[in-house]
C-alpha cells in the first residue's frame, strides 16, 4: 500500500440490505466492511446473496491501484450500480466473489 493509504477488511455481523425502487437487489448477513482511506466504507456481499438475475454486466471498468480492476453491473434504470473485483490484488484477496452497492441499508 501507498504510505498513508490503507485498507482493511473485516467480516461484519450486520444485516445488510439493497434495494432499488421496490426490488430488494441483495441482502445478507455475512458482509464484508471495506474501510479505505479517504473513501467511505462499503459493504462487500457474497454474490449468493445477490439477486443476479436482475442484473446487466456493464461495459464500464475502473481500476484501483490498491484493489485491481473493477468490473460493474446495472439495471435497466440504474447504470453501473454494482461493482466488484474478479481478480482482486493480494493484500485484498477477500473481496474475491463479493460485490458492492452505492446504498445499502445496515441494521
Sequence with gaps: MAQGHTITI???TQHVRVVHGDRVLAESDRPLVLRETGSPVRH???VE???L???APSET???CPFKGTASYWSLPDAADLVWGYPDPKPDVAEIKDHLCFYEVEVS
Excluded: F, I, K
Aim: charged share 25%; net charge negative.
Design 10 to 12: 473485516e467480516h461484519g
Design 53 to 55: 438475475e436482475l442484473l
Design 44 to 46: 462487500y456481499l457474497p
Design 61 to 63: 471498468h475502473t481500476y
Design 49 to 51: 446473496d445477490v439477486r
